[in-house]
């Protein structure tokens, strides 16, 4: 009876449609707001004083009166900056050697036992190393950051271009193609899914990598604004500069999904 049915659906004119990943935008929506409530029920009936656990008022006046003064944009903007010189550094040095790795297997053998031992170290362990050594301004931050970006994009690289089909290598090959022409249509457009995905990774890690860097030493950014409520026990401060930090990243990982969405189109049209 059940096989019946379906065949019955299938060779049905209307067929019912398939659902919509759209379709369920309010969700996220509704549990941020279910949250907020919880937040503020507990709260208000709770015991917690409010240097311990401020309640979403408190935080959104707060949040206002850093808005007022400025300062709110203006350490927002230093660890923004800083994050994006990180992703972009770290980034274009992670595709250089994920591509020469994934090529060559002499530069495997030779770098892999080192990049496999910076990642046994914690970004936390060496960022006061490279405070010391490069000071307390922006180009340890952008550093930091292009550390914590550098691993995740380069490994995405070389999986990528290790995945392209040896058929079609072959195939190009016959065809004379050079060098270049077989990195630009055929490398690039099958490594990219891969890349992107690393990509999306990095874009999160970056803001860790800036926020780690300023709480180590710094005088500006989001990272010290946390330093400055945590000492003065404005918590509601905290929370001002962690929900930015979230924005941040959310902002970064939407910006890599629309470039996603973009440079992968032609798998939508070929599918």
């Given at each position: 009876m059940?096989?019946?049915?379906?065949?019955?659906?299938?060779?049905?004119?209307?067929?019912?449609?398939?659902?919509?990943?759209?379709?369920?935008?309010?969700?996220?929506?509704?549990?941020?707001?279910?949250?907020?409530?919880?937040?503020?029920?507990?709260?208000?009936?709770?015991?917690?004083?409010?240097?311990?656990l401020p309640s979403p008022r408190l935080v959104f006046e707060r949040f206002l009166r850093a808005?007022?003064?400025?300062?709110?944009?203006?350490?927002?903007?230093?660890?923004?900056?800083?994050?994006?010189?990180?992703?972009l550094s770290g980034t274009t040095l992670a595709v250089a050697f994920g591509y020469l790795i994934a090529k060559s297997r002499l530069f495997e053998r030779i770098l892999s036992p080192f990049l496999v031992a910076s990642q046994a170290v914690p970004i936390v362990a060496i960022a006061p190393l490279l405070v010391i050594w490069f000071g307390a301004g922006m180009f340890s931050k952008v550093l930091i950051c292009a550390l914590i970006v550098f691993f995740p994009v380069l490994v995405n690289t070389i999986v990528g271009i290790r995945a392209v089909p040896r058929s079609l290598n072959e195939?190009?090959?016959?065809?004379?193609?050079?060098?270049?022409?077989?990195?630009?249509?055929?490398?690039?457009?099958?490594?990219?899914?891969?890349?992107l995905g690393g990509l999306r990774i990095g874009a999160t890690l970056s803001v860790i990598g800036a926020v780690v860097g300023e709480f180590v030493g710094a005088d500006r950014g989001l990272g010290f604004l946390i330093n400055v409520g945590r000492g003065q026990y404005d918590t509601a401060l905290v929370f001002v500069a962690i929900f930015t930090l979230i924005a941040l990243a959310l902002s970064l990982y939407g910006l890599v999904l629309l470039l996603e969405k973009r440079l992968l189109a032609w798998q939508e049209t070929h599918s």
């Open positions: 059940e096989l019946n049915l379906i065949r019955k659906m299938q060779n049905s004119p209307n067929p019912p449609k398939p659902l919509n990943r759209h379709s369920y935008w309010w969700v996220m929506p509704l549990v941020s707001l279910l949250a907020l409530l919880a937040w503020d029920l507990f709260t208000r009936y709770g015991s917690l004083p409010a240097f311990i808005l007022t003064d400025g300062s709110l944009a203006r350490h927002t903007t230093v660890t923004l900056l800083e994050v994006v010189l990180g992703l195939l190009m090959r016959s065809l004379h193609a050079s060098r270049w022409q077989m990195l630009r249509l055929l490398e690039i457009p099958s490594a990219l899914p891969v890349f």
